[in-house]
Nanobody
Framework: QVQLVNSGGGLVQPGGSLRLSCAASGSAFSIYVMGWYRQAPGKQRELVATITSGGNTNYADSVKGRFTISRDNAKNTVYLQMNSLKPEDTAVYYC?????????WGQGTQVTVSS
């Protein structure tokens, strides 16, 4: 069983920045593929970014050049740095861990981009 705790959400003006964190339990974090997803009201949950154990990253087209996913294996933590935020980025953000054949989800954190 892997447990994930999301943090770092909040309210920010358009053009501002936030950094989200996700801390994982267990000793095998370094081999997990980690991802960030988001879900806005009335929309399906969508992939934002992923990072492999080797540090390879992938981003949704809508966030390329603005968001950066990273990981600190010593701290069992994955981050999402969000810059140049837009109102369209408003959503609940979730981290996800793929551990073997299983997926584990954090509880989510609200990000609101508004004037």
């Amino acid at each position: 069983q892997v447990q994930l705790v999301n943090s770092g959400g909040g309210l920010v003006q358009p053009g501002g920045s936030l950094r989200l964190s996700c801390a994982a339990s267990g000793s095998a974090f370094s081999i997990y593929v980690m991802g960030w997803y988001r879900q806005a009201p009335g929309k399906q949950r969508e992939l934002v970014a992923t990072i492999t154990s080797g540090g390879n990253t992938n981003y949704a087209d809508s966030v390329k050049g603005r968001f950066t996913i990273s990981r600190d294996n010593a701290k069992n933590t994955v981050y999402l740095q969000m810059n140049s935020l837009k109102p369209e980025d408003t959503a609940v953000y979730y981290c996800k861990c793929r551990a073997g054949p299983y997926d584990y989800w954090g509880q989510g954190t609200q990000v609101t981009v508004s004037s």
